[in-house]
């Protein structure tokens, strides 16, 4: 019951870093695109 409980709270634990990573991932690419569309070059 107890190492059900630790891979249960492992795998939220996982899952909710990785959505946050990815969020932060998105700002970031967008970031960079918008820059890159503003630039003087274009």
Known sequence: M???FV???LACA???TGCNTWHGFG???ETAGEKIKNSPNN
């Open 2 to 4: 107890n190492k059900l």
């Open 7 to 9: 891979l249960v709270a």
């Open 27 to 29: 700002k970031d690419l």
């Open 14 to 16: 996982l899952v909710l």
